[in-house]
């Protein structure tokens, strides 16, 4: 009997494993430290370096799916290119140190963070491992593809071109955080979504350039 108490007692007094915090709050702390003037994307790297490559990725492209400071697009769309393209051939996360230098106020950052935290705490609930195959490679290298794909249009000057494929990149990166294919499969539907918004903008841009040029030359 005393035995039996005594396990009864372990049971209730064990204390449960501690989980990993969740992006949304490592953010928010970051956001909030203001014992720093600026944020650069090498102390994002730094601080996000134990967690997956998804996570990187959605830092860098979930902000360019709001209205955010000048610059922004270019400035953290040039990791995704790097990150996507690591994702893409399976390879570990790095970035340069060209790229890693660049920051931003810790202001700004502020403001961003507390733009997309509802979000990213809505989508933190809504994950949950399913439909593996299209998180495992080589569906997962073909995440990767299409996001390197996004990263390259996000970087390019197309107006009003980095809200869909932002979006896209941060569906795949919750889908590889989450292990979650049901938001692998949005991603993809997204894809050729955007590619084809972009490509219709950029093809509208350049036959604008032209008939400009006719007439002008005409």
């Not at 372990?10 to 944020?39: F, H, N, W």
């Not at 040039?78 to 970035?95: E, R, S, Y």
């Amino acid at each position: 009997m005393t035995i039996e108490n005594t396990e009864a007692n372990r049971t209730t007094t064990r204390r449960p494993r501690p989980k990993g915090r969740r992006l949304s709050s490592i953010l928010r702390q970051m956001a909030a430290d203001r014992s720093r003037e600026r944020v650069s994307i090498g102390d994002l790297f730094q601080t996000m370096g134990d967690r997956a490559i998804g996570a990187l990725m959605l830092i860098f492209a979930l902000p360019n799916a709001f209205p955010t400071p000048p610059g922004t697009s270019s400035l953290l769309g040039a990791p995704l290119v790097f990150l996507a393209a690591q994702l893409t051939f399976g390879l570990k996360p790095w970035l340069p140190k060209a790229i890693a230098a660049r920051s931003m106020r810790r202001e700004d950052f502020e403001t961003i963070v507390g733009r997309i935290h509802p979000w990213l705490a809505w989508a933190e609930r809504m994950l949950q491992p399913r439909l593996s195959i299209f998180v495992e490679p080589p569906a997962e290298y073909l995440a990767g593809f299409c996001c390197l794909v996004l990263a390259i249009v996000l970087v390019l000057p197309v107006p009003l071109g980095n809200i869909l494929p932002a979006i896209a990149i941060s569906v795949f990166a919750f889908a590889i955080l989450g292990r979650d294919g049901l938001f692998s499969l949005l991603g993809f539907i997204m894809t050729a979504v955007s590619v084809a918004v972009a490509g219709g903008v950029i093809y509208g841009l350049v036959k604008a350039a032209i008939y400009i040029v006719m007439q002008w030359f005409g």
